[in-house]
Every structure is written in C-alpha cells, then in structure tokens.
C-alpha cells in the first residue's frame, strides 16, 4: 500500500525531505502523500522514513491503494530505473 497523510498533520514539513520518491508534498492544509510515488521506503530503506520521523504519527497505510511488498519494489524499480 501507499501511505497517505491524516487531517491530524500539523504542517511541521519534516516529511517531505525524507522521502527518497519526492511522492510528499504541501497541499492547501496539509501534506500529501502521491501514491503513484510512494513505495513505502522499499528499495530504500527498511521503514518509510516519513512513517519514522512524524511526531504526530499521522502516516498510516492507505486502504484506497492496496499494494504488496512486490508491486511496491517494482514500483521503486521503475521509479530509480533499474528495471
């Protein structure tokens, strides 16, 4: 899955710089999370490093975009081009 980022983002902007796939950036109110970008860190580190930094923990899973370990490392593969 994709992560995505909840209403309770206090706007602290720690995320967006953690992110190796740039899928973070500023909305109107909050940040958001591109899950055509996001990888959950797989390729690059053990754990999604916005997930690691986030002092509101407002980071979880999103159910609307299901992937599994194995999309989400072909995705990372696409994304750095070592297809």
Known sequence: ?????????????????????KAIYQGPEIFHIRPELCT??????DVPQCVEICPVSCIPKDPNNEETNVDLFVKYKKLTNKC
């Open 40 to 45: 959950e860190c797989v390729g690059h580190f």
């Open 1 to 21: 899955m994709a992560l995505m980022i909840t209403d309770d983002c206090i706007n602290c902007d720690v995320c967006e710089s953690e992110c190796p796939n």
